[in-house]
């Protein structure tokens, strides 16, 4: 079936640092979508991917997809402490998302 | 949060007793799923919805039924407890429009004895 991998499981970071969490499907995706998850909440939708090659900002946070449409990447530059929490990405498959397993982010002071 | 709500928020149950969780929606929307999230699987489709008696199955669907007779409302049943149905459940909507993300309810955390 398919299957959404995504690397690292967890990430500790000191406050200021950059992180970057990846995605890889098996199969080609029509979209890709980016959630993230607040400790003790639920997943809230940042964004979605469409196009190949398709780069999108949202203030400190850059989202890729890649060329063949079967990876992409969330990079957060200079963390804060309000960026903790576990990041998914989810691949579009007809009716229903793939989630990824998911990237912890925690940020030391 | 696009008026999502399940209930119960928290169960405790028994080994064997049938359970239902509920997810209600107030913005009508067509598409609710329902995943649960376990540490190192992120969050895996259990069914979804497509209308109003419109079901199908997604990737951990033994051992669970679902059924919509409204709109509003999707419930989610597990016929007969076991203790590896231990894990947080949540239920989404899906907008109607592009690009079709999903909002999720609050959860509800079921731990089977």
């Known amino acids: 079936g398919q299957q959404v991998m995504q690397i690292p499981q967890y990430q500790h970071v000191q406050e200021g640092e950059d992180f970057t969490t990846y995605c890889n499907s098996s199969?080609?995706?029509?979209?890709i979508q980016w959630y993230k998850q607040r400790p003790g909440g639920h997943p809230v939708f940042l964004i979605q991917?469409?196009?190949?090659?398709e780069v999108k900002k949202q203030k400190r946070l850059t989202f890729q997809f890649g060329e063949a449409k079967k990876n992409s990447s969330l990079h957060i530059t200079a963390t804060q402490t309000t960026d903790v929490g576990t990041y998914f990405c989810a691949g579009q498959y007809y009716d229903k998302l793939i989630f990824g397993t998911g990237t912890r982010l925690q940020v030391f002071p | 949060d696009a008026g999502i709500t399940q209930s119960p928020r928290h169960k405790v149950t028994e080994t064997g007793t049938p359970v239902t969780l509920r997810c209600h929606q107030t913005?009508?929307?067509?598409?609710m799923y329902w995943y649960r999230q376990d540490p190192g699987h992120g969050l895996r489709l259990i069914h979804y919805?497509?209308?109003?008696?419109?079901?199908d199955k997604g990737e951990v669907s033994d051992g669970y039924s679902v059924s919509r007779s409204k709109t509003e409302d999707f419930l989610l049943t597990l016929e007969s407890a076991t203790s590896s149905q231990t894990s947080v459940y949540f239920c989404a909507i899906r907008t109607s429009g592009g690009p079709y993300e999903q909002y999720f309810g609050p959860g509800t955390r079921l731990t089977v004895t």
């Open positions: 919805s497509y209308g109003v008696k419109d079901t």
């Open positions: 199969t080609t995706l029509s979209n």
């Open positions: 913005e009508n929307h067509r598409y």
């Open positions: 991917l469409v196009k190949s090659g």
